[in-house]
Structures are given as C-alpha cells and as structure tokens.
Nanobody, 112 residues
Framework: QVQLVESGGGLVQPGGSLRLSCAAS????????IGWFRQGPGKERELVGF???????IYANSLKGRFTISRDSAKNTVYLQMNSLKPEDTAVYYC??????WGQGTQVTVSS
C-alpha cells in the first residue's frame, strides 16, 4: 500500500525548532521529487520547498536560511528542519511525492 506519513509537529515557542518527518511505504522516495507544503489558517496551501531525486533542494524565498530539507534513503524518509520559528509559520505541513502522493499532514503551532 502506497502511503506517506508526516510526523514531528507540535507546539513550539517563537524562536524554537522542529524537525518534521515524511516517511514513505509502498514505494521508494528516492525515485521522486519530494515537496513540503503548508497551509496556515485561512490561507492557501503554499510550497515550502522540495528535494529532487538527485538530492538538490529548492526553497520558497521567504523561508531560505531557516528551513532545510534532507533525505535519509536508508529510512525512506525526508525531513524538514525548521529553525527560528515564527508565529506565522503556524500551519498544517504536508509532504508530497511527485505529483500524486500526499501525506495527511502534521500540525505545527508556533506560540508563546
């Protein structure tokens, strides 16, 4: 069964860090470009960044320097490291493999 599962979300104070995981089953993540997206309250879903099958990464301009995407092929998992978090980073974060496989999302709340 093809499945993507995000984890690692939670409540964090402004300035804190979180690492989200996107674990795949039923297929190999290395074969796909993996994108991270987020949807804040009352907002459209937006691209955070993605990692290509070759390992290159691209980020939304507004997030460069704070967010980092990496991949562990042995674990069939992609990560999103988020640092210096701000209240406006509050959103549900999703990963997507290629254009067809989505995870269920994980909630990130940045608040004091």
């Amino acid at each position: 069964q093809v499945q993507l599962v995000e984890s690692g979300g939670g409540l964090v104070q402004p300035g804190g860090s979180l690492r989200l995981s996107c674990a795949a089953s039923g297929f190999t993540l290395d074969d796909y470009a993996i994108g991270w997206f987020r949807q804040g309250p009352g907002k459209e879903r937006e691209l955070v960044g993605f990692i290509t099958s070759g390992g290159s990464t691209i980020y939304a301009n507004s997030l460069k320097g704070r967010f980092t995407i990496s991949r562990d092929s042995a674990k069939n998992t992609v990560y999103l490291q988020m640092n210096s978090l701000k209240p406006e980073d509050t959103a549900v974060y999703y990963c997507r493999a290629g254009s067809q496989y989505w995870g269920q999302g994980t909630q990130v709340t940045v608040s004091s």
